[in-house]
């Protein structure tokens, strides 16, 4: 097998990822284990390991390797996880486009076909859902922010995607779905990323990264949802996502709004709505 020039960022717990390695020339590994022999195994292969702090999701790694790497990004990169393969996507696909030199879904689950597409096997049609695959490779949801209302992952700062958009972008465009890669894996090019600034990554981790109790915050499904937004949207963000200054200042408000908005009717809280830059 040919050994890719694209690569590879691995986020990893608890896994020994030797199988992603056999196909590129290139990594880093950003390893937020916590099983020790796990830990002991990869220092004795001696590989290319960035020990982290698990923040219960991969989107952290990947905006930290933006950030450390800004000024010399390789050209292509795969954002994974170490155990994608399987997980997320087939081995089959995966030997597909692993050295894909555009933007790339990484995710393939052939098995939910039958339920997504809009025939059965039967030949019966499917009833349209709030879920479905556009391709065979694109992961398609009603933007109704489901998940918001779990209580294994709490949330401090945006009740929905809708309010996460808003303050990231001057005059987003709120779609009705969302497409992603369920996972967050992609192959994303150096120009994609270099769209938003240093510390545009930075910022976005503040609110992905701010505990573990009882899981990760709500904040880090939304972003998941809004990766291929951020990653080829052309709309003018707020100032203060380009100042780490000024975006810890706001976020306060943020946390405000949240309990603001679960302590009144709705009605109430249009001026802090308007203070937060979310409507106008």
């Known amino acids: 097998m040919k050994k890719t020039d694209n690569f590879f960022v691995i986020h990893n717990f608890n896994t020994v990822p030797t199988e992603l390695l056999s196909y590129c020339k290139d990594y880093v590994i950003y390893d937020c ?33 933006f950030a450390e790497n800004y000024d010399n990004l390789p050209e292509v990169m795969c954002l994974l996880k170490g155990n994608m393969i399987g997980r997320h996507c087939s081995k089959a696909f995966f030997d597909c486009v692993y050295d894909d030199k555009s933007f790339t879904f990484l995710y393939d689950e052939k098995q939910y076909w039958d339920r997504f597409s809009k025939y059965q096997e039967n030949g019966e049609q499917n009833v349209a859902g709030n879920t479905f695959i556009a391709m065979e490779n694109v992961y398609v949801e009603k933007n109704d922010s489901w998940y918001v209302e779990s209580e294994n992952h709490p949330k401090k700062y945006f009740n929905d995607v809708d309010d996460l958009l808003r303050f990231i972008y001057k005059k987003p465009m709120i779609p009705q779905y969302l497409m992603f890669s369920s996972g967050a894996c992609y192959i994303v ?80 809280f249009k001026k802090l709505r308007q203070a937060l830059g979310l409507i106008r």
């Open 33 to 65: 284990s916590t099983d020790n022999a796990v830990k002991a195994q990869l220092k004795n292969m001696k590989l290319n390991i960035k020990e982290v702090e698990n923040t219960g999701h991969n989107i952290t790694s990947y905006f930290s390797f």
């Open 189 to 268: 090019r150096r120009e994609q990323i270099l769209r938003h600034s240093r510390e545009f990554y930075l910022n976005l981790n503040k609110i992905m990264n701010y505990g573990m109790s009882p899981g990760f915050p709500s904040e880090a499904h939304q972003i998941e949802r809004i990766l291929p937004i951020l990653f080829n949207s052309f709309c003018e963000v707020q100032d203060y996502m380009n100042d780490e200054a000024a975006f810890e200042a706001k976020l306060p408000e943020c946390s405000a709004y949240i309990q603001y908005k679960y302590e009144n009717r709705p009605r109430k």
